[in-house]
């Protein structure tokens, strides 16, 4: 993640790829979710998913994991080229989060994140970034989206301090 | 306690469920896990952020959020799950030391169209800490079968 004033409106990033082992997914699901379909393999290709499938809070969790890793990666770039680094804050929140096909055990989701709009909100020296976040799977089917929101820090507000 | 069925859900019930302690080490292994981010993962980094202090990961306090409600009734009925949450408002903190609970509203109730099995119920989620300050608000339509599916099912 850039400064604010750095981002663009349709600047899109691939966030890279997860596989959901059945051992990751009944990991999380027996801590978070224990649905049948979630923990137990027999359990769930009885039930209308017709397999072990993750939790839908995993699918969104995972995607967070690498949107933080993503911005790891540009922090260290900035870092290494001697620029500042800008501080990204919390989210407020999360819109339309939809699991349009379950996330069977085996398959490999890739995640992508585009931005979608730059707001004047949040503290000062701050601005909103809202970006679509979205899985796909191997066979190319839209998975999961969601339209995340991320206050970042405005390069002005390091030039004040 | 009997399993319920989309047909027990009524609009207006309001149930609170769960006492869930969070710690710092709780909040510290999901971050590593799946969001690390100063704030999540190390008290001193954490001061120097926006939220000045170690907090909990968003995505922590909905998998939090969704064990108290699994134990409080998901688990005892005809959950189908959900094809999403049409909005997810973090309001507030979750500290280390945070004791959470959820209440839950049935806001909407509509039989599926497509689906003579099954029905959708909707539900407001807040999320209270023990001085009843709200962290989390979530909005979602589940999907629960219909009694008339376990009837069908049983004498099937």
């Keep these: 993640m850039k400064f604010f004033e750095d981002l663009r409106i349709g600047e899109r990033r691939e966030l890279g790829s997860h596989t959901f082992t059945a051992e990751g997914i009944k990991a999380f699901a027996r801590r978070y979710d224990p649905q049948l379909f979630h923990i137990d393999e027999e359990a769930a290709a009885r039930s209308h998913f017709g397999g072990l499938c993750a939790s839908g809070w995993q699918t969104g969790a995972v995607c967070m994991r690498l949107i933080a890793l993503g911005n790891q990666r540009d922090m260290a770039a900035l870092q290494a080229s001697g620029q500042d680094v800008p501080n ?23 995640y992508a994140l585009e931005i979608k709009d730059l707001r004047d909100a949040g503290p000062p020296g701050y601005g909103l970034v809202v970006s679509q976040t979205t899985g796909t799977n191997q066979a190319g089917e839209l998975v999961y989206s969601a339209q995340g929101a991320v206050f970042v820090e405005r390069k002005r507000n390091r030039k004040a301090q | 306690m009997a399993k319920l069925f989309w047909e027990d ?79 997810i408002r973090w309001l507030a903190p979750v500290r280390p030391g945070d004791v959470l609970r959820v209440r839950v509203t049935v806001v909407d109730k509509k039989a599926s169209q497509s689906r003579p099995l099954l029905g959708f119920v909707g539900l407001f989620f807040e999320v209270l800490n023990d001085v009843g300050t709200c962290v989390m608000t979530s909005r979602t339509n589940m999907m629960f079968a219909r009694r008339t599916s376990a009837h069908a099912g049983a004498s099937a």
């Excluded at chain 1, 804050?89 to 989701?109: E, M, N, Q």
């Excluded at chain 2, 939220?51 to 968003?58: D, E, M, Q, R």
């Design chain 1, 88 to 110: 990204i804050g919390p989210s407020p929140g999360v819109r339309d989060l939809r699991w349009f096909k379950p996330v069977y055990a085996g398959d490999t989701i890739s």
């Design chain 2, 9 to 87: 859900f009524a609009v207006g019930q309001v149930n609170e469920y769960g006492r869930q302690p969070v710690s710092a080490e709780d909040i510290k292994a999901f971050a590593a896990e799946f969001d690390p981010q100063p704030m999540h993962l190390d008290e001193e980094a954490a001061r120097a952020t926006m939220v000045g202090g170690l907090c909990a990961s968003g995505w922590h306090t909905c998998a939090i959020m969704m064990r108290i409600v699994a134990d409080g009734f998901v688990l005892n009925s005809s959950s189908m799950g959900a094809p999403g949450v049409e909005e």
